[in-house]
């Protein structure tokens, strides 16, 4: 399945909420979606690989989902762990469902590094560490294509 | 199921990891436990009904646990967040694995309110407000242990 045009439409709500970010825009770069739920790469500073999968209709807890979705989120949030730590070694990986600002339900699914912007705080914590620069930048920018061609090919699989 | 002393025993890991905070220490006040995993309300300052399930081994990676461990551990995060739903009727649930401090598989399941501490942060994030002095302590108190009180016979039944 490709992020084409067409993708990005069905994997939005059809009705979205009123001033949910979630509803009206796809929140990253798609990676990949079904009928329920999209992944979405996205763009958070220091954190190339900083993925998030987003329930497509306007849910606020998990807990609303019937047990079969909730099934379903989870069994991709796992394999998407999975892949993570395959591809990308991680030092740890960590798992947050918030939604204080956007009650809309999504997953944070974000790998770390003892010397990312954050660590070992949670990457909402006080800033550890600078960024490295333009050359870090770079290569961040190198490993974000990697993950997100590796993920789009294991969940088209 | 009583969080007497020889559940506390039985809780904890018979071979704890060195270092580990969580294979030595219960975390927080016992509400209940199985054989593979045990529940605490943890003493964070503004968050009286903070709840923590912790894997009884030492294992960093939700997906270092089987597929039935797994399944375990989420029906009991989900069990809770629909307590919590259900007893404290909070404005948001948060839930987050981290790990990075203390790689010992645990989720934090933290209901949220527009006037605790860091909201609409998370609860790791910047402060947002005080706590509110003497009479809240005494009433974030009196909630804990109703909280407490309804987690435990909930899991116990």
Chains 1, 2 share one sequence.
Not at 4 to 15: D, I, P
Not at 93 to 115: E, K, Q, T, Y
Request: proline share 6%.
């Amino acid at each position: 399945m490709t992020a084409g045009l067409a993708s990005m439409a069905v994997a939005l709500a059809e009705m979205p909420a009123s001033g949910c970010a979630l509803c009206v825009s796809l929140g990253g770069d798609l990676v990949w979606h079904d009928e329920r739920l999209r992944v979405i790469v996205a763009n958070e500073p220091g954190y190339p690989t900083w993925t998030r999968v987003i329930w497509r209709e306007h849910v606020a807890e998990i807990t609303d989902l019937s047990d079969v979705d909730q099934a379903h989120l989870w069994s991709v949030v796992l394999r998407i762990e999975r892949l993570m730590r395959e591809v990308l070694q991680p030092h740890k990986v960590n798992l947050a469902s918030f939604g204080n600002m956007v009650p809309h339900v999504h997953w944070h699914l974000i790998p770390r590094w003892p010397d990312d912007r954050h660590f070992p705080q949670p990457s909402w914590g006080p800033v550890q560490a600078a960024d490295g620069g333009e050359a870090r930048a770079q290569l961040q920018q190198a490993v974000r294509d990697r993950w997100m061609d590796a993920l789009r090919a294991a969940l088209a699989g």
